[in-house]
């Protein structure tokens, strides 16, 4: 039987949400990551050394028996420096949402007054605090991404030092804006190498492929393809995985969010072979994720065989992505 392996995968952007959520789900990632970048946009967002402290507690007590590290985060605010300085070692990056932009980013950034956020990216800058951006403008929805591209330069070019994460990227216009500035790197999902719009409204809607940003046209979906294979140094595997009770995706004003975190190493399998990649997968995601923030994640062997594997139809009250459907890789296992 074929067998890939990947070492110390991570998951460079997750949702672990809270409350029985977080028990429900949190295990899942931690069966097969050996760790996450996790988000911060709980309600109220995580915005205080209290805060930080507390939700890491409520993440390790839901994985008591596998190595998992999660890597914790701040909502960004205009911080001072002396408050940055207090928590940069129990941080790996600052989270920046624009304001209302996407699920519990209400008490986001709603002004890119550089003059405004000078202090706080320029302590960012010194204390080697990485700032993620979730680049969305508040335009037409397929064009958020790209709008966003002038606040990307504005950024990069005013803070020389800091580095720059593009989030979870799905367009053709973020792929070209990496080799221009040494600072901006991307994380990529999973769900963006494999879905269009075509995927979310083309023919019956389908919530479960319905997040922000939307998925987007098949050349955007070509041009991220093109360096995630590749595994271009400056980019990584960030599932973005932002589970939402079934109701709230099967309703009226369905929330934004597709959850991949348990099937997300076996579709990036599937992807990779498919190309002839394989062998690209493990710094797409991990040495990449590694080298950029500077990781060093415990030791964790994933062992992936090629096999039918049945995507479950839920797990607990979260509909995956392909729920029903069959793919060609599946864990064998961990270690
Ligand atoms: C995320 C969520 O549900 O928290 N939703 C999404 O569509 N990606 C928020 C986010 O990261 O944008
Ligand atoms: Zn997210």
Known sequence: MKTHTLLMPLDAHLHLRDGVMLENIAPLSAYSFSGAIVMPNLVPPVSSLVDIRAY?????????????????????????KNFLESVADEIIAIKLYPAGITTNSEGGVS?????????????????????????ETDGFVMDREAEFMSIYEL?????????????????KEAVDMLDRFDNLYASITVHHLLLTLDDVVGGMMMPHNFCKPIAKRPEDLDALLSIALEAHPKVMFGSDSAPHPQEKKESCGCA?????????????????????????????????????????????????EKRAFSIPQKYSNVVPMYAGETINWAIQSVE
Request: aromatic share 12%; glycine share 2%; hydrophobic share 45%.
């Open 56 to 80: 890491k507690k409520r993440i390790m007590a839901t994985v008591p028996n596998d190595y998992f590290e999660p890597y914790m985060t701040l909502f960004y605010e205009n911080y001072d």
């Open 111 to 135: 002004s890119f007054d550089i003059a405004e956020m000078r202090p706080t990216l320029e302590a960012m800058s010194e204390l080697q605090i990485p700032l993620c951006v979730h680049g």
């Open 155 to 171: 950024l990069a070019s005013n803070f020389p030092n800091l580095k720059i994460i593009m989030e979870h990227i799905t367009t």
């Open 256 to 304: 934004a969010g597709v959850f991949t975190a348990p099937i997300a190493l076996q579709l990036l399998c599937e992807i990779f072979e498919q190309y002839d990649k394989l062998d690209n997968l493990q710094a797409f995601v991990s040495d990449n994720a590694q080298s950029i923030y500077g990781l060093c994640p415990e030791f964790k062997e994933v062992i992936l």
